[in-house]
């Protein structure tokens, strides 16, 4: 029986302690619909992003990989070109690999602006980013194409940056969007949540989640319980891996 990382036609995710992902069962799931018996989906759970060299050595077939946490900006110096996009990014979640190398792409902005636009109020103006890792600097970039002012909320705040425990209810009343991009609340830890003020909260704030497992975390359980309006990472994610899937194709 063929391995699955052997078929001719081979795909993957990088990071750490990934068994719970997304990607696996949605492209799985996607070969499946369209009868792509050629083509395989794995995870590749790397202990640290040096592995990640000997893992392109031993899939001769991979055509591309998706990239998750701990890794979208240090597998940038193992590639050997960015897209425009990604390098003003900064993070890479999306690596297509060809006969000219490996060239790093972000769908995480695209995912995000999709997920989001539909379900914005006009008085959800301003935005608070939780969290300062790769995954945050792909969400600024949206929000600056959208003419959303922001800040970074940091628990080591640099230059413009709060810090969580300067957040209180005149922040929280001016920047009505908050979203976590830290992996705080991800499963099975599903009862953390970032240290924010949440007594603050009103049914005019809007939090976005980028966790997704659970469905509803313990950051959107307490916008939920204030009728605030809140959204998982799901709808970002399907948008992000039907343009990584139009990238591998492209």
Request: proline share 6%; hydrophobic share 40%.
């Amino acid at each position: 029986m063929e391995k699955e990382g052997n078929k001719q036609n081979s795909f993957g995710l990088i990071g750490r302690n990934i068994s719970y992902s997304f990607s696996m069962a949605y492209f799985s799931k996607k070969f499946a619909a369209l009868q792509l018996k050629d083509h395989s989906y794995e995870n590749f759970d790397l202990e640290k992003i040096g592995d990640f060299e000997q893992l392109i050595k031993t899939h001769p077939h991979l055509r591309g990989l998706n990239v998750t946490i701990p890794y979208k900006e240090a597998i940038i110096p193992y590639l050997d070109s960015l897209h425009p996009e990604a390098d003003k990014i900064g993070a890479v979640n999306t690596i297509r690999v060809s006969k000219n190398g490996l060239m790093g792409y972000n769908t995480d902005a695209f995912g995000f602006k999709k997920a989001l636009e539909p379900l914005l109020k006009p008085y959800h103006k301003k935005a608070l980013i939780l969290g300062t890792g790769g995954a945050s600097k792909a969400i600024a970039f949206s929000l600056e194409e959208m003419d959303i002012p922001f800040k970074f909320v940091s628990r080591k705040p640099s230059g413009h940056q709060f810090g969580y425990s300067q957040l209180n209810c005149a922040i929280l009343e001016e920047f009505t969007v908050l979203i976590n991009c830290t992996p705080l609340g991800t499963f099975p830890a599903v009862a953390r949540k970032p240290d924010i003020p949440y007594e603050c909260i009103s049914p005019n704030h809007f939090l976005f989640d980028l966790i997704y497992n659970p469905e509803k975390t313990a950051f959107l359980a307490e916008g939920f319980k204030r009728a605030s309006a809140v959204s998982n990472g799901l709808k970002m994610l399907e948008f992000q891996a039907e343009k990584a899937w139009e990238i591998w194709n492209s």
